[in-house]
């Protein structure tokens, strides 16, 4: 039971490793070559495993990968950027009016 315990714990780790490098792989890191990697560890981790657990592993890997993906890069460069450009248009559009 501990065998199996521990092969969980180490393809979930793998598993990570996968998401965070594909995460990496965004503009705003300049590491585009890990596009072509990340994924790899993926791979590795489901191979040989059961169908439905190597589904289980990929949705975990997904989830990971969107939450860095949101919380890091989507929230911290894209977002302020189109708020800066709203509130620019918004405030053009004041001026237009009182003009």
């Known amino acids: 039971m501990r065998y199996y315990a521990t092969k969980y714990l180490i393809n979930?780790?793998?598993?990570a490793a996968s998401s965070f490098l594909l995460v990496l792989s965004f503009?705003?890191?300049?590491?585009?070559i890990l596009?072509?990697?990340g994924l790899v560890?993926?791979?590795v981790a489901i191979t040989g495993e059961k169908e439905i657990y190597g589904f289980i592993l990929a949705i975990i890997g997904g989830i990971f990968y969107f939450l860095g993906v949101f919380s890091g890069y989507w929230?911290?460069?894209?977002?302020?950027c189109f708020t800066t450009l709203f509130w620019q248009f918004i405030?053009?559009?004041?001026?237009?009016f009182l003009g």
Not at 12 to 15: Q, R
Not at 75 to 80: G, H, S
Not at 91 to 96: A, N, P, Q
Request: glycine share 4%; hydrophobic share 55%; no cysteine.
């Open 91 to 96: 405030w053009d559009r004041i001026l237009d």
């Open 41 to 43: 560890p993926l791979f």
């Open 75 to 80: 929230r911290l460069t894209v977002t302020p």
């Open 27 to 32: 503009p705003e890191f300049d590491l585009g």
């Open 35 to 37: 596009a072509w990697v």
């Open 12 to 15: 979930l780790f793998i598993v």
